[in-house]
C-alpha cells in the first residue's frame, strides 16, 4: 500500500461559489500495478467530489480494470443556446450518463498526443509532455532531438469519475485498452454522422457537441447543395476553419436547473432523451440571386455578421487541462 500526503496551505486556497479550487498535484512512483488511490481523500468529503485523470501513455489508451466504462455520448448537435451554457449543458449530459451507468468511469478524450481536430488550442508539445510526466519516463530521452516523434508516439487519455464516500469502495486501476475513434465529422456509407467509441487502428475520439448555422443569405446557384459545412465564410468568400471552444470549471456548472432536452436539436435514444420544442430544419434557402457566371458551383452573397460557427468540445485538448481545471 502507498499514501500519498500533501500539505496544503489554508490561506492560498482560493474558493469559488464555495467551494475550493486547488492546484494539481503532481507526483510519480514505481509500481507493477497502474492505480490511483483515491479513497483517503473521501474520508472527509460531504458532497459528490469530480476527478479528471489525464493518463499520458507510449501508443496507448487506458481505462479502469475495476469499474464500469463507459464512452461519452459525442457529435450530439445541439442549439444556439447551448454555446452560453455549454457548462450546464455538459453537466446533464454527464449526469443523465451516470444514471443510465451507475459508479461507471466516462472516457471523455482519447487521442494522439500531437494532433487535434478541431483544436481549441494548439496541440501538445514537448514542454507540455514534460510538465504531465513524460520527462520521468526512461524511453523518452532517447527521442528528446526529434520532438515531432515523442509527441506523435504518445496517447493521450481523459478519464471523468464523479463519486461521493458511499459510491466508491476501492482505488482506481488502469488498464491497456484497445484504441476508439469517434467525434469528427465523418459520415457512414448512409450519410449520417459517425456517434459513440468506434474500434479503430489508432485513437481518436473526443467529446464534440455541434452547433450548426445553416446558411440564410442570398444564395446564387440553380441547384444548391445543402449538408456541406465549414467555418464561417471569410472576406474573401471562401470558408475558414471550425473554431473549437473548450468546456471550463465544469465542476462549478449548475446542476438540476436544466434539463438535457432543452438543447439537443434532436432525440437522443441512447440517453433516453427526447428534445424539447420543434426541432431545426434546413431554411427555405435564402433570396436567390442570378447564377454567377463562373466555373465554380455555386457562390454566396455577404455573411451573417456575428454569428458563431464551429464545435463545442467538452475535453478538446489537454493543454487547456494542464492549465485551467484546476480542481480535486
Same mark, same amino acid.
Given at each position: =500500500? ?13 474558493f469559488e461559489? /464555495?467551494?475550493?479550487?486547488? =492546484?494539481? !498535484?503532481?507526483?510519480?512512483? @514505481? ?5 490511483l488511490?483515491i479513497? *483517503? ?14 493518463? *499520458?501513455?507510449?501508443? @496507448?489508451?487506458y ?9 461519452a455520448?459525442t ?7 447551448t454555446?452560453?451554457?455549454f457548462?450546464?449543458?455538459?453537466? +446533464?449530459l454527464f449526469?443523465?450518463? !451516470?444514471?443510465?451507468? %451507475?459508479k461507471? &468511469?466516462?472516457?471523455e478524450?482519447s ?10 488550442t494548439? %496541440? $501538445?508539445?514537448l ?8 520527462d520521468?519516463?526512461?524511453s523518452v530521452g532517447?527521442?528528446v532531438e ?12 481523459? !478519464?471523468?469519475?464523479r ?13 491497456? +485498452?484497445?484504441?476508439i ?8 456509407? =448512409?450519410?449520417? *454522422?459517425? =456517434? ?11 467529446s464534440?457537441?455541434? &452547433?450548426?448555422?445553416?446558411?440564410? #443569405? ?7 447543395q445543402?449538408?456541406?459545412? #465549414?467555418g464561417?465564410?471569410?472576406?474573401g468568400? /471562401?470558408?475558414?476553419?471550425?473554431r473549437a ?8 456548472? %449548475? ?13 437522443? %435514444? ?11 430544419? @434546413?431554411?427555405?434557402g435564402g ?14 452573397? #455577404?455573411a451573417r ?7 463545442l468540445?467538452a475535453? /478538446? $485538448?489537454?493543454?487547456? +487541462? ?7
Amino acid at each position: =500500500s502507498k499514501f500519498f500526503v500533501a500539505k496544503v496551505a489554508a490561506e492560498r486556497v482560493k474558493f469559488e461559489r /464555495g467551494m475550493a479550487t486547488l =492546484s494539481p !498535484l503532481r507526483f510519480h512512483y @514505481d509500481s507493477e500495478q497502474f492505480a490511483l488511490p483515491i479513497r *483517503l481523500g473521501l474520508v472527509n468529503a460531504k458532497d459528490a467530489q469530480d476527478l479528471i485523470v489525464h493518463i *499520458l501513455a507510449k501508443g @496507448d489508451r487506458y481505462e479502469v480494470a475495476n469499474y464500469p466504462n463507459v464512452i461519452a455520448p459525442t457529435n450530439l448537435e445541439v442549439n444556439d443556446a447551448t454555446r452560453d451554457q455549454f457548462g450546464a449543458f455538459y453537466a +446533464a449530459l454527464f449526469d443523465r450518463v !451516470l444514471q443510465k451507468h %451507475p459508479k461507471a &468511469i466516462v472516457t471523455e478524450y482519447s487521442w494522439q498526443a500531437g494532433s487535434c481536430d478541431p483544436c481549441p488550442t494548439p %496541440p $501538445l508539445d514537448l514542454d507540455a509532455l514534460a510538465a504531465l510526466g513524460a520527462d520521468v519516463l526512461p524511453s523518452v530521452g532517447d527521442e528528446v532531438e526529434d520532438p515531432g516523434a515523442v509527441t506523435g508516439s504518445f496517447v493521450l487519455t481523459r !478519464l471523468h469519475a464523479r463519486y461521493t464516500k458511499e459510491s466508491l469502495g476501492s482505488d482506481l486501476v488502469f488498464r491497456r +485498452a484497445a484504441a476508439i475513434r469517434g467525434g469528427r465529422e465523418i459520415r457512414t456509407p =448512409s450519410g449520417a *454522422l459517425e =456517434s459513440g467509441g468506434q474500434a479503430a487502428d489508432q485513437n481518436n475520439f473526443q467529446s464534440r457537441y455541434i &452547433i450548426r448555422h445553416p446558411w440564410t #443569405g442570398p444564395i446564387a446557384c440553380e441547384r444548391p447543395q445543402r449538408g456541406v459545412w #465549414g467555418g464561417p465564410p471569410d472576406e474573401g468568400g /471562401g470558408r475558414s476553419e471550425p473554431r473549437a471552444v473548450p468546456a471550463q470549471d465544469l465542476a462549478f456548472a %449548475p446542476r438540476g436547473k436544466v434539463t438535457l432536452g432543452m438543447f439537443v436539436r434532436e432525440d437522443a %435514444p441512447e440517453l433516453d432523451v427526447k428534445a424539447i420544442g420543434p426541432t431545426e430544419g @434546413d431554411p427555405p434557402g435564402g433570396v436567390v440571386v442570378p447564377p454567377v457566371k463562373k466555373s465554380c458551383a455555386c457562390g454566396v452573397v #455577404g455573411a451573417r455578421e456575428g454569428a458563431v460557427w464551429g464545435t463545442l468540445c467538452a475535453v /478538446g $485538448l489537454a493543454g487547456a +487541462a494542464i492549465g485551467r481545471r484546476r480542481r480535486r
